[in-house]
Each structure stands twice: as structure tokens, then as C-alpha cells.
């Protein structure tokens, strides 16, 4: 069974830091290209917060977070992460970590497999 357990939120004070991980098991990791996404409260869908590639280890990001989140993975680990720094209270939100077997769906944002989410709150 595919499952993506993402860990690391938590509650911080606007400008801290927090790193998320998120562990893949059930599929062949080093094949999947990964994102994060994240739902703040009171939207009704996710957003894309960050990618990386499984090819070339390419990473885009959301304009809001670029020069504050980094992600990055360690196939020897099964594992893809978000280290966000100067977090702001706009960044509160559920995030999840997803992974999408083509370059093609990665690129589209059609994501074959969801993490069940892991909380932040960034309070002001």
C-alpha cells in the first residue's frame, strides 16, 4: 500500500522556522517527482507550495515562499522535505506532501498520491 506520511508542523512565532518530512513507502521513490501543497483555513482547494523533480532534482516554487522555503529529497531515505524559514502568519495551513509519476502530471499538478497532512500555525 502506497502511503506518504508527512511530520514536522507545528506551532511557531511569525519568523521562526520549521522542517517538514514527509516518508514515502509502497511505491519506488526515487521515480516520483514530489510537491508540497497546502490548504489555509477557509480555502476551499489546495495550493501548489514547492516541487522537485525526480530527473534532474529541479525545484519551483510558489512566488509567495521563494527565498524562504527550500525543499529538497533523499532518495536513499525514501523521503522529500520543506524547510521553511521566516514563516509568516499567511503560511498557516495544512500541508501536504504528494507525488506524481510523470513529469508531465508533475508539471500539470496532477499528483497520483496524497499524504493525510501535517498542521502549521504561524502566529503573528
Known amino acids: 500500500q502506497v502511503q506518504l506520511a508527512e511530520s514536522g508542523g507545528g506551532l511557531v512565532q511569525a519568523g521562526g522556522s520549521l522542517r517538514l518530512s514527509c516518508a514515502a513507502s509502497g511505491i519506488s521513490f526515487r521515480h516520483y517527482n514530489m510537491g508540497w501543497f497546502r490548504q489555509a483555513p477557509g480555502k476551499e482547494e489546495r495550493e501548489f507550495v514547492a516541487?522537485?523533480?525526480?530527473?534532474?532534482?529541479?525545484?519551483n516554487y510558489k512566488d509567495s515562499v521563494k527565498g524562504r522555503f527550500t525543499i529538497s529529497r533523499d532518495n536513499a531515505k525514501n523521503a522529500v522535505y520543506l524547510q521553511m524559514d521566516s514563516l509568516k502568519p499567511e503560511d498557516t495551513a495544512v500541508y501536504y506532501c504528494a507525488a506524481a509519476s510523470s513529469l508531465e502530471n508533475y508539471f500539470k499538478k496532477n499528483y497520483d498520491y496524497w499524504g493525510q497532512g501535517t498542521q502549521v500555525s504561524v502566529s503573528s
Open positions: 516541487g522537485v523533480t525526480r530527473t534532474s532534482f529541479a525545484t
